[in-house]
């Protein structure tokens, strides 16, 4: 079986600051995801990849950038922390037969 | 846009009893969705727990049931005797039935108590 690895597990930031999230995969799935989940609502996607080196914008990329550099790899970047944000970042790989594989999460907190 | 609405929680069940949790969900540009329901154990990732990508037709996973209803755009969470190791936070979600891309709409989560 695979695995998705996301760094690092919690994220403290000062706002304005740039921060950036990575997620791995050995599933050799083609098509990765970004999405964000703030407490008590559903998840929200940011970004997602089809292969290497594209990007798709999802309902939430305002103030994130993506980068899917390799097939295992997807990072995210928020490009300037918002003061008092907290959130949990969930990275996704797809199968082919529609199944979505999830990540433990990072937690950013922003001070 | 599309969406999804669930149970609110948290539900809190007795072990042993029966359980619903509700999901409804409007696919306004997606014509025939494929429907999941994902489970969060404490402690643990996120996961699958089952899915039905054809209308009418029923996905079961643990003891768990989900039936697609296109009439009634519902796709309800039932288990007929709950235990303990079922405490999880439960969330439906649509997506489309293509192959690209296949981004999932999720509803807000319904937190799952069962109590001995």
């Known amino acids: 079986g695979g695995i998705i690895t996301q760094t690092p597990k919690f994220l403290i930031g000062q706002e304005g600051q740039k921060l950036t999230l990575k997620c791995q995969q050995n599933f050799n799935h083609d098509t990765m995801y970004w999405y964000r989940q703030d407490s008590g609502k559903g998840l929200r996607l940011i970004y997602y990849?089809?292969?290497?080196?594209?990007?798709q914008k999802g309902d939430l990329s305002e103030g994130y950038d993506a980068s899917r550099e390799k097939k295992s790899s997807f990072s995210l970047t928020v490009t300037s922390a918002q003061k008092n944000e907290m959130a949990v970042f969930l990275c996704?790989?797809?199968?082919?037969?529609?199944?979505?594989?999830f990540g433990p999460g990072t937690r950013l907190t922003v001070l | 846009g599309d969406s999804v609405t669930q149970t609110e929680g948290p539900v809190t069940v007795s072990e042993s009893e029966s359980l619903i949790i509700n999901c409804t969900y409007s696919?306004?540009?997606?014509?025939?969705?494929?429907l999941f329901w994902y489970v969060r154990y404490p402690g643990e990732g996120l996961q699958l727990l089952l899915k039905v990508i054809t209308a009418g037709q029923k996905g079961s996973s643990r003891g768990f049931e989900a039936t697609y209803n296109k009439e009634t755009t519902s796709f309800h969470l039932q288990k007929a005797s709950v235990q303990e190791s079922d405490s999880a936070v439960y969330y439906c979600a649509l997506g489309p039935a293509t192959s690209s891309g296949q981004k999932l709409v999720f509803g807000q989560g319904t937190i799952l108590k069962v109590y001995l």
């Open positions: 996704a790989s797809r199968d082919w037969g529609y199944e979505q594989y």
């Open positions: 990849s089809i292969t290497e080196n594209d990007l």
């Open positions: 696919a306004t540009s997606i014509a025939y969705p494929n």
